[in-house]
């Protein structure tokens, strides 16, 4: 009975720790939801990353005691507290070298750890996979905005191809394109560059239509700032 007694509970709540029980308000935007974070952990399975207040990263896990409640614990103190496994420690370790915390970055992330090994070959290969078709979608979403700046600018060019952008020195006649383009929504050349990068990321998982209009690409702020609008985002309202 005595060494009963000096057993330890199943979960102990994580200094700075907060509970937030059930039919407390939900989180009114998506960056205050946060991030799925794959953990290979089962009580982690469901656990979110997400800025915190006060500076740095919290962690969200719904259900940690088995309570029905989510539990928000401090990102620095997990590592040390759960006994993560050495994939669930990169991952963490990663995770919190961030400097944003939204969907693309801990994706990215995520697929890196992943093809690691640290969790088997059966993620290695998926992640590996993944990381792969991540390339080549963005690769596309790339080439098919920089011909629609080209065609808005009535710059006749032919096709691009992958390895003009692993060069890294576009055609002269893309750059005049971007030039007079960028000049003409009042942007330098280099910040039109940019943000067709960051439409990239926004359109690749889905592609790019002929009727996508090209203004998009700078026009719409929500757009052009995929993790900004993400961050303001609100979430749809649920009726009870």
Same mark, same amino acid.
Request: charged share 20%; glycine share 6%; with cysteine.
């Given at each position: 009975m005595?060494?009963d007694?000096?057993?330890?509970?199943?979960?102990?709540?994580?200094a700075?720790?907060?509970?937030?029980?059930? $039919?407390?308000q939900?989180?009114a935007t998506?960056?205050? !939801?946060?991030?799925?974070?794959?953990?290979?952990?089962?009580? @982690?399975?469901?656990a979110?990353? !997400?800025?915190? !207040?006060?500076?740095g990263?919290? @962690?969200?896990?719904? $259900? /940690?005691?088995d309570?029905g409640?989510? /539990?928000i614990? %401090?990102? %620095?103190a997990?590592?040390?507290?759960? $006994?993560?496994?050495a994939?669930?420690?990169?991952?963490?370790?990663?995770?919190? +070298?961030?400097?944003?915390?939204?969907?693309w970055?801990?994706r990215?992330?995520?697929?890196?750890?992943g093809?690691?090994g640290?969790?088997g070959? =059966?993620?290695? =290969? *998926?992640?590996?996979?993944?990381l792969?078709?991540? &390339? !080549?979608?963005?690769? $596309?979403?790339?080439?098919?905005?920089?011909?629609l700046?080209c065609a808005?600018?009535?710059? =006749?060019?032919?096709?691009? &191809? %992958?390895?003009?952008l692993?060069?890294?020195?576009?055609?002269?006649?893309v &750059?005049r394109a971007?030039?007079?383009? +960028?000049? *003409?929504?009042?942007? *330098?050349?280099?910040?039109?560059?940019?943000?067709?990068v960051? =439409?990239?990321? @926004?359109?690749?998982?889905?592609?790019?239509?002929?009727?996508?209009?090209?203004?998009?690409?700078?026009?719409?702020?929500?757009?052009?700032?995929?993790?900004?609008?993400w961050?303001?985002g609100?979430?749809?309202h649920r009726?009870?």
């Open positions: 005595g060494a007694r000096n057993l330890e509970p199943a979960w102990r709540p994580i700075g720790s907060k509970r937030r029980a059930v $039919g407390d939900e989180p998506f960056a205050d !939801r946060g991030v799925a974070v794959a953990f290979t952990a089962a009580r @982690l399975s469901q979110r990353v !997400r800025c915190a !207040r006060r500076g990263l919290e @962690l969200m896990v719904p $259900g /940690y005691a309570d409640s989510t /539990y614990m %401090p990102w %620095p997990i590592d040390q507290s759960l $006994g993560l496994t994939h669930d420690h990169m991952l963490h370790a990663r995770i919190g +070298a961030l400097t944003t915390v939204d969907p970055t801990v990215a992330v995520q697929l890196a750890v093809a690691e640290l969790a070959p =059966q993620l290695l =290969q *998926s992640s590996r996979r993944a792969e078709e991540d &390339r !080549r979608a963005w690769m $596309g979403a790339h080439l098919d905005l920089i011909a700046v808005a600018s009535d710059v =006749q060019i032919e096709a691009l &191809r %992958p390895e003009d692993a060069a890294g020195e576009l055609p002269a006649n &750059r971007f030039a007079g383009f +960028a000049g *003409s929504a009042a942007l *330098s050349t280099e910040s039109c560059r940019r943000l067709i960051e =439409q990239s990321v @926004l359109f690749a998982p889905l592609g790019l239509g002929e009727a996508v209009p090209v203004a998009c690409a700078w026009c719409c702020s929500s757009c052009t700032r995929p993790s900004a609008a961050r303001t609100r979430r749809p009726p009870t």
